[in-house]
């Protein structure tokens, strides 16, 4: 069995992804840039000390994994900020394209040696980044961040799909966690739950989709 690698893992989704998936028995490498006493908890190997935007991230991941199958990739890590048209910051915009979009295009490049025949990518994107469900506005550079995401997904569904790696593209719902500051419509845990369903049932057939974690089809 190959190890199954989840970025942002010290909280929030992307712990309660770890934590799961070590439950199911994967060999789970949580990376991250500082570790939790939940994730300290949980049966997972924990690579911290990364942070994904800095120039050596690539090249630091694919030492650390150079001996590693990679089964599955999960690109969860990211930011959001806040603001509205007459307050936009172009410095949060940039810090949200680096992390939100630009970090999973790279990492995925530096890791794809490593990508077993078979393995599978999954990148925590949000409905935030369709163009099609914007009903409210705002959130500049978080919803642009998302739909660069969105876009590099489809990209990598084409080009990964010769290596025989499936793509998918995942909204987690409205989830209370630090990052919405407790406000949601579900726990991490449900959350998550919906997610690895969406994973389990990927294949190459249904590689480039971008899923609700209940399993319904978002427009772009």
Not at 30 to 49: D, H, N, Y
Not at 51 to 61: S, T
Not at 149 to 164: E, I, K, Q
Request: aromatic content about 4%; overall charge neutral; proline content about 4%.
């Amino acid at each position: 069995m190959g190890i199954a690698v989840v970025t942002g893992a010290s909280r929030g989704i992307g712990l309660e992804i770890a934590l799961q998936l070590c439950r199911r028995g994967q060999r789970v490498v949580a990376v991250c840039r500082s570790r939790s006493p939940a994730l300290e908890a949980s049966a997972a190997r924990i690579e911290s000390g990364i942070d994904l935007i800095a120039a050596q991230a690539g090249p630091q991941l694919a030492a650390l994994f150079k001996h590693d199958d990679i089964d599955l990739l999960i690109h969860n890590a990211g930011v959001l900020h806040e603001d509205r048209v007459d307050q936009v910051d172009p410095n949060a915009v940039r810090a949200q394209f680096e992390l939100n979009a630009l970090a999973p295009l790279r990492l995925t490049a530096a890791l794809a040696p490593r990508l077993a025949r078979g393995a599978k990518l999954a990148l925590i994107s949000s409905r935030m980044g369709s163009m099609g469900d914007n009903t409210s506005g705002g959130y500049y550079g978080y919803r642009m961040s998302k739909a660069a995401l969105n876009a590099a997904g489809v990209s990598l569904a084409h080009d990964l799909r010769p290596r025989g790696v499936a793509v998918v593209i995942l909204h987690p719902g409205a989830v209370r966690t630090d990052m919405t500051g407790g406000h949601g419509l579900l726990g991490a845990e449900e959350s998550v739950r919906g997610l690895l369903e969406r994973i389990d049932e990927l294949s190459l057939e249904t590689t480039g989709r971008f899923v609700h974690q209940n399993g319904s089809e978002l427009p772009w």
